[in-house]
């Protein structure tokens, strides 16, 4: 009944997470959208600049290319395969850890250049929309390195 018990919490634990991280691309993408309509509706950008498209589309581009990563690192506390891959000795434990730096590493990537990209006094929201990206992050490596030093 135990073991039950704990795939449903691993369960619970993996949806909540793919949850939060879904949340936050959403957030980034429908933020960016917002603040440059409303920034070219207040005439915020010359009138012969650049195609506001650009930036919007780049920030899709980049999110697509970012949530395979993203739900990599939602579903790692659910995946039998790392737990498997610890149990075969340091070997496997130095996989296992390498692999959850590079999901954080690229993660962490993604989340700090679109905050800098966007750290400009018209586009703070934006900027702010990464910022809880990176908040989540944070808490789901410590978490996740919490349960590697446990093991």
């Known amino acids: 009944m135990s073991t ?7 369960n619970m634990i993996t949806w909540r997470r793919l949850l939060v991280l879904a949340a936050s ?19 915020v950008y010359p009138i012969d600049a650049d195609s506001l498209g650009l930036p919007i589309l780049l920030t899709i581009l980049a999110s697509v290319f970012t ?4 739900a990599l690192i939602g579903i ?3 995946l039998r395969f790392a737990n498997r891959l610890s149990s075969r000795g340091p070997i496997g434990r130095f996989f296992r850890n390498m692999a959850l730096i590079m999901l954080y590493s690229l993660a962490t990537l993604f989340t700090l250049s679109g905050a800098i990209y966007w750290l400009d006094p018209n586009h703070w929201l934006i900027a702010m929309s990464y910022c809880l990206l990176g908040a989540a992050l944070g808490l789901f490596l410590v978490k996740d390195v919490k349960g590697l030093l446990s093991n």
């Not at 949530?67 to 993203?70: N, Y």
């Open 67 to 70: 949530i395979p990563v993203l």
């Open 25 to 43: 691309m959403v957030c980034i993408n429908g933020m960016t959208w917002a603040v440059v309509k409303v920034n070219q509706l207040n005439y």
């Open 4 to 10: 039950t018990f704990e795939v449903t919490q691993r």
């Open 76 to 78: 790692w506390p659910s």
